[in-house]
């Protein structure tokens, strides 16, 4: 009976090496240090790049606004199906429509 328990007892856990430590996440750049960085790289002056810069902002506002004006959303099941219990829809997912993309690549 002793041998029966003993064989039914089970192991002692395995040791496992501590896991790895993550590099910690980059801090997104902010407006001037990526104002900066693109200076530096020989894209243009600042005020060019602020310029583009005030451009792009406009044109996806624009869209988005588009996206969910009162005429379009009414008709548009799809991404209504897409809005979580309080009515809001994820930014990643419009980031990824086809328009958004084109506007900012």
């Known amino acids: ?54 451009d792009l902002v406009a044109t996806v506002v624009d869209q988005v606004e588009h996206y969910f004006s009162d005429a379009i959303y009414a008709k548009d099941n799809w991404l209504q199906s897409q809005a979580d219990y309080d009515g809001w829809t994820s930014l990643k997912l419009v980031a990824r429509f086809n328009r958004m993309r084109a506007i900012t690549h």
Request: charged letters at 30%; aromatic letters at 4%; a positive charge.
């Open 1 to 54: 009976a002793e041998a029966a328990a003993k064989a039914k007892a089970p192991s002692p856990p395995r040791w496992k090496p501590p896991p790895k430590p993550r590099a910690p996440e980059p801090r997104p750049l902010s407006r001037h240090e990526l104002l900066l960085r693109l200076q530096d790289s020989g894209v243009g002056r600042p005020e060019d790049l602020q310029a583009n810069w005030d």
